[in-house]
């Protein structure tokens, strides 16, 4: 799948199980990806970040995407949405977690720099202000979808919050499945990752 390519595409939603029509096809939400389908989600993660690793270096050059803090926040939005959509299940657990792990460093690496660092262009004083209220909801969902990933919830791409069971569907009962190391990568990365944005 291309860099940049719309997660919330028909392609990109076959490969995943999603609350879309949740009446009606609840149950595929609880089927786990297969081998081929986790592997086209692994490689578009991928490519997402490879994509705004890019435009994160070019962010200064004239027409650059990724010149002002709101603009990063739009561009992360969506790989956010469909790493939380993989399947809290067994054989996905880890790269759930990976994925979402590396998302949270680079919004708090990130955001902060703008800012703090005099190599990134900031926005006019009057946004800045929108800007910051926007990185409080981005964050907020960042939180929601960590309760996903502890809880091994499936991700409510609708309400964008972990997944509401109703009365008569099956719950998914899995542990989290994290290891100890990771347990303390994401302890640390929520410690220095708080601190950072406290200081800014």
Not at 58 to 72: C, N
Not at 100 to 127: G, Q
């Amino acid at each position: 799948m291309p860099a940049g390519a719309d997660p919330g595409s028909q392609s990109t939603r076959n490969q995943l199980p999603t609350t879309a029509n949740a009446q009606g096809r609840r149950n595929q939400l609880y089927k786990k990806l297969t081998a081929v389908q986790e592997g086209r989600v692994r490689n578009w993660v991928e490519e997402q970040f490879i994509h705004l690793d890019a435009e994160w270096i070019k962010r200064q050059k004239p027409g650059a995407r990724l010149t002002t803090l709101s603009a990063y926040v739009d561009m992360i939005m969506p790989v956010h949405s469909v790493i939380l959509q993989i399947p809290p299940t067994p054989s996905s657990t880890s790269i759930r977690f990976q994925f979402f792990l590396r998302l949270t460093i680079d919004i708090f690496d990130r955001s902060t720099m703008y800012h703090h660092s005099p190599d990134v262009a900031r926005s006019p004083s009057d946004e800045q202000h929108e800007e910051l209220l926007k990185l409080v909801d981005c964050f907020c969902l960042f939180d929601e979808g960590w309760v996903a990933i502890l809880s091994s919830q499936y991700w409510d791409i609708d309400k964008k919050k972990p997944l509401e069971y109703e009365p008569g569907t099956q719950k998914n009962n899995s542990r989290t499945g994290l290891s100890e190391t990771e347990k303390s990568m994401l302890q640390s990365t929520l410690i220095n990752g708080k601190a950072a944005v406290d200081d800014g």
